[in-house]
């Protein structure tokens, strides 16, 4: 099992940014992929960023791209998501996740933080 808890939302203006943390815990995740999710009131849930844990390129959503950086600190176990240039349209819970690598799908999530932006 993995458990995830994420922190760092919050309510920030437009154009301002925020940094999301997602500690992982539980089995090792030396062999899985990280990601972001989010979903905004109304809305299905969809794919933010990704990374894989032991290294190699990120994967980011077109409408995320220049503005949103993923990361990991492997000493912290943490994952992160550096979120900038904040539009009122990046207003959604962000779910942090992870999968095995040879896994198809998520199945390991954490209970969401909230972030909202101001117009």
């Known amino acids: 099992q993995v458990q995830l808890v994420e922190s760092g939302g919050g309510l920030v203006q437009a154009g301002g940014g925020l940094r999301l943390s997602c500690a992982a815990s539980?089995?090792?995740?030396?062999?899985?992929?990280m990601a972001w999710f989010r979903q905004a009131p109304g809305k299905d849930r969809e794919f933010v960023a990704a990374?894989?844990?032991?290294?190699?390129?990120?994967n980011y959503a077109d409408f995320v791209k220049g503005r949103f950086t993923i990361s990991r600190d492997k000493a912290k176990n943490t994952v992160y998501l550096q979120m900038n240039s904040l539009k009122p349209e990046d207003t959604a819970v962000y779910y942090c996740?992870?999968?095995?690598?040879?896994?198809?799908?998520?199945?390991?999530w954490g209970q969401g933080t909230q972030v909202t932006v101001s117009s």
């Open positions: 996740a992870a999968r095995a690598l040879l896994a198809t799908t998520y199945n390991y």
């Open positions: 539980g089995r090792t995740i030396s062999n899985y992929f």
């Open positions: 990374i894989n844990w032991s290294g190699g390129p990120t």
